[in-house]
């Protein structure tokens, strides 16, 4: 049987469409059972007050005006809002730089590439509980610890992210300045071009991709933080707010909404899931805007 020839190309023999529907089926299943149905299922129980899946009871949108109320919600939201801005700005700023330098030709860059991607096959669990030791031995040679200072805590997370997120995205950064064009670097030098001027003029907009791919794991990694933020102050330290509800200073939004699903009260799990809805549709929302926003900017080889 011979192919249908279209514009550009031609289909696949009808045999071979029929085939592929053995490979991509198994995955679309597993795609439907493992995160659709889930998804779907949890937007439902955030409308409901139940403490079993069977016993859920529709309840409107009671569990969303309280997760808005709640103090600690807000709290962990922007205390998270700092965190991945700050943690932004310095894990891509000194991946660039990093992955700027490994591709100048130097001896030994292989090496510090494999050094610095290294930290990236930790686990978050592990990772914060190492740093934690590390955090605490330094600490308390000045009588304090990283769980009795927010502003430590703030920073011990700071740093962990960056020496774990750096070399992951550094590897990125390098394949988008290997990229590119070396006429372009060239006609630069020519025209008596400036290092600076190359980077800025030449290198940055052709590497923009890879900002753009860079930006949004960033940005989602740093909403999303949960094991790190876990292990290494488990949102300590508490302060008590004017209205005499506790807070944890260091607690971020993941934490914040698994801390509510297990709490004591038998309405907690549906707040819990409503604020696993705000999450999801908040990091969905900056990451759509910030991946409209740089592509823009993208420059087209």
């Known amino acids: 049987m011979r192919p249908k020839k279209i514009k550009g190309g031609y289909t696949l023999k009808a045999p ?11 995955v679309l299943i597993a795609f439907a059972i493992g995160f659709v149905w889930p998804f779907i299922q949890g937007i439902y129980l955030s409308f409901c007050k139940f403490r079993l899946i069977s016993d859920a009871e529709l309840i409107g949108f009671g569990n969303y005006v309280s997760a808005f109320k709640d103090a600690t919600f807000r709290h962990a939201f922007w205390y998270t809002a700092l965190f991945t801005v700050v943690s932004v700005i310095l894990i891509n700023i000194l991946a660039f730089m990093i992955a700027y330098v490994l591709t100048q030709n130097i001896k030994g860059s292989n090496i510090f590439r494999t050094v610095f991607f290294m930290p ?16 605490d031995g330094i600490l308390s040679h000045f009588g304090t610890s990283i769980l009795l200072n927010a502003k430590y805590g703030f920073w011990g997370l700071i740093i962990l992210m960056c020496w774990q997120q750096i070399g992951y995205m550094m590897i990125i950064y390098i394949a988008g ?7 372009m670097l ?10 600076w001027q190359s980077l800025t003029k ?7 991709p890879s900002i753009t791919i860079c930006l949004f794991l960033s940005i989602t990694n740093g909403f999303k933080l949960f094991d790190q933020n876990l292990a290494l102050t488990g ?11 506790p807070v944890k200073e260091t607690e971020m939004l993941a934490l914040n909404i698994y ?4 709490g004591q009260s038998s309405a907690s799990t549906g707040v819990a899931q409503a604020k696993a809805v705000i999450f999801f549709i908040l990091v969905a929302a ?3 805007i910030q991946l409209y926003a740089t592509r823009k900017r993208e420059v087209q080889q």
């Open 177 to 183: 300045l290997q990229a590119v064009p070396e006429d």
């Open 259 to 262: 801390n509510t699903f297990y």
């Open 235 to 245: 949102g300590q330290p508490f302060s008590i707010m004017p209205n005499g509800m």
């Open 120 to 135: 990236n096959l930790i686990g978050g669990i592990v990772l914060g509980y190492i740093w934690s030791m590390i955090f």
């Open 186 to 195: 060239e006609a630069a030098r020519i025209d008596g071009a400036t290092k």
């Open 16 to 26: 071979m469409r029929r085939w592929s529907w053995l490979f991509m089926g198994p």
């Open 202 to 208: 030449v290198t940055i907009p052709n590497v923009m």
């Open 286 to 288: 900056i990451g759509l």
